[in-house]
């Protein structure tokens, strides 16, 4: 049996990573109670680093409050931006020096999992995500080939006979 290579893009790389981050927040009044805290608008973007992934992104989260006892409430916002970095294994015979896409996914998008509020004021939180990457390469694959071909199908036209028959044996009365 005889084998090709084939050159195509695949997936030559793949993993997965999940994180949870605490950070603070100060507001403009002493808080009582929070009562929510939502994240929006994230953002990413992948690229190479050398033999590693970096994840360049941002989001922002948006923590609602009350203050003076429980009497009035707002929303106090922050932007964060983060840089994560994945060591990806690259499948064997797999180049990333050539060519590579990186894709990026969000398996688990950025939710606020828990919020305190500080003695001084301030706003602890802990944001937890989970970020899937995925290189796109050059590869090489071996297909089987076989080394003898089908043998060709003679084919026929009809003769006229065979039409005629054909025509002839048609009921044209088959509803009756």
Sequence with gaps: MAFKEIVTKAVIGKGKKYFKNKYSIICDNRPTTV?????????FKGYKQGDNIGVDGSFDVNIWYSYEDDSKTTVV???????????????ENADLTSDTDIIVRSLKQPSCTNVNINDDGSIDFEVEKELGVEIVGETKMKIAIEDTEEPWQDLN????EETDEI??????????
């Design 157 to 160: 036209d009809e003769t006229k």
């Design 35 to 43: 009562l929510g805290c939502w994240v929006i608008n994230h953002q």
């Design 77 to 91: 916002n922050k932007k964060i931006d983060y840089n994560d970095i994945f060591n990806v294994k690259v499948k």
């Design 167 to 176: 025509d002839n044996s048609i009921n044209e009365d088959y509803l009756k």
